[in-house]
């Protein structure tokens, strides 16, 4: 019997879980994104997980950002076979992971909140929805849209000195110089989200609730409109997880009802794969 391999995988690293023989093993790599990134960067991955597995025989399944978005399915697909000792395999969205590890093979509504933000339904087996823009357009509710209102705070002098005194040691005080520091970032998205981190502490302040709400306002705005109020929203992702209670109060203003909430779904994963699952 092959090992199980179960990947999740976004654009700046990836959390692994190797199966065999009953015993886990957790691990991370870098990660890979085929619709802004080169295959250099899936090259690099390779190459990590081969350090981890080397010549064993594994099952793949392999949940990533960018599948099913234009990416090159199935150069993906053979370079894995080139490169790894494979059995099966399978590769399929990170929304369709999140779906599995929140709702195994239950119906429910799926939503990520982390770097960026989406949301679907899940009957099961099959995703609808799941519409959101991306960056710099959409990801409502994300660590991105947070990190960008933050920002924006920051330099309209809008926020608490305090908190302004805070992220001055990460912000410079010069606008110029930060809009040119952003500008050379190869991914301005995760370094807005990167920004959340900081308002761990301050998480009480009237201002961090504020716009921690308006955001999650948004998101449920443009992607939770159409959901039954019966149906319980589940989600996955570090804003999610870290702001659970600001999301279920914004929840609760729309008559809706939080489900589960992961900050990763790997360990959910291995679960819907084991085969005594």
Known sequence: MNATLIGDVGA???????IRQGEKEVFSCGGFNPVSQSFQRLDNLLE????HIGSLSVDVYYYGAGIGIGSDLESMQARFAEVLNIGEMEFASDLLGAARALCGDDPGVVCILGT????????GSVLTGGHSLGYPLGDEGSGMDIGRRLVKDFYYGLMPSA??????????SNRLDFLQHYKSQLAPNQYLASLTRHLL???????????VSDAFTDFIKYHLY??????????VGSIAFYFCGDFEKCLRVHDLEMGKILQKPIEALAFYHSPNN
């Not at 700046?12 to 190797?18: H, M």
């Not at 502490?201 to 716009?211: A, S």
């Not at 159409?226 to 989600?235: F, S, W």
């Open 163 to 172: 908190l302004y005194t805070h992220l001055n040691q990460f912000l410079p």
């Open 201 to 211: 502490g301050f998480e009480n302040q009237t201002y961090v609730q504020k716009i």
């Open 116 to 123: 960026g933000s989406n949301a679907c339904y899940y009957n």
């Open 48 to 51: 990590d997980l081969v350090r």
């Open 226 to 235: 159409d959901v039954e109020r019966t149906e319980k929203i589940n989600a």
């Open 12 to 18: 700046t690293g990836s959390d692994w879980i190797l």
